[in-house]
Nanobody, 115 residues
Framework: QVQLVESGGGLVQAGGSLRLSCAAS????????MGWYRQAPGKQRELVAA???????NYADSVKGRFTISRDNAKNTVYLQMNSLKPEDTAVYYC?????????WGQGTQVTVSS
């Protein structure tokens, strides 16, 4: 079992920045990729960014150049630095951990970007 707890969401003006954190606990031995997804009202949940245990990353096209995902394996924590935020980034952001194809999810943290 793996537990994920997100923090760092909030309200920010367009052009501002936020940093999300996801602290993982439990059996992390089989966890490879971790990532962030988001879900806006009326839309499907979508991948924002992911990072492998080795540090390989991938990003949604809509956030490339603005968001940076990083991982501290010693602390079992994943971060999402979000810069140049846009109103369309408004969503609930969920941390995700992939254990050999089984996905764990955090409770989500709200990010609201005002115009």
């Amino acid at each position: 079992q793996v537990q994920l707890v997100e923090s760092g969401g909030g309200l920010v003006q367009a052009g501002g920045s936020l940093r999300l954190s996801c602290a993982a606990s439990g059996s992390m031995f089989s966890i490879n990729a971790m990532g962030w997804y988001r879900q806006a009202p009326g839309k499907q949940r979508e991948l924002v960014a992911a990072i492998s245990r080795g540090g390989s990353t991938n990003y949604a096209d809509s956030v490339k150049g603005r968001f940076t995902i990083s991982r501290d394996n010693a602390k079992n924590t994943v971060y999402l630095q979000m810069n140049s935020l846009k109103p369309e980034d408004t969503a609930v952001y969920y941390c995700n951990a992939d254990e050999l194809g089984f996905h764990y999810w955090g409770q989500g943290t709200q990010v609201t970007v005002s115009s």
